[in-house]
């Protein structure tokens, strides 16, 4: 089973700038997706980025141009610039990984127990 470790998150100003990391540690085999979800009280979990394992990322709209995604496949690490972050990106981030632990075995989805990000004046 992999277990994902999350790191980074807190407090930070209109316009200031976080990182958020992230590890798949245990049996794995290969891990097809890295990223991020977020989720604020009363709004439905939202994609945030994604890196996929042939080098492709995917952003939410609301994040395009201030965030970027970096994969470290050796390591099976990802971690999530923040930059310009808006009193909006406030949110419990979640780190979601797919990935098999051997080369016969189904993806299987992990999700990390979240991380806060609060943006604050």
């Known amino acids: 089973q992999v277990q994902v470790v999350e790191s980074g998150g807190g407090l930070v100003q209109p316009g200031g700038s976080l990182g958020l990391s992230c590890a798949a540690v245990?049996?794995?085999?290969?891990?097809?997706?890295m990223g991020w979800y977020r989720q604020a009280p009363g709004v439905e979990r939202e994609l945030v980025a994604i890196?996929?394992?042939?080098?492709?990322?995917n952003y939410g709209d609301s994040v395009k141009g201030r965030f970027t995604i970096s994969r470290d496949s050796a390591k099976n690490t990802v971690h999530l610039q923040m930059n310009k972050l808006k009193l909006e990106d406030t949110a419990v981030y979640y780190c979601?990984?797919?990935?098999?632990?051997?080369?016969?075995?189904?993806?299987?989805?992990?999700w990390g127990q979240g991380t806060q990000v609060t943006v604050s004046s």
């Open positions: 979601k990984i797919v990935s098999k632990t051997t080369s016969t075995t189904a993806f299987y989805t992990s």
């Open positions: 890196a996929s394992s042939d080098g492709s990322t």
């Open positions: 245990g049996n794995v085999f290969h891990v097809l997706i």
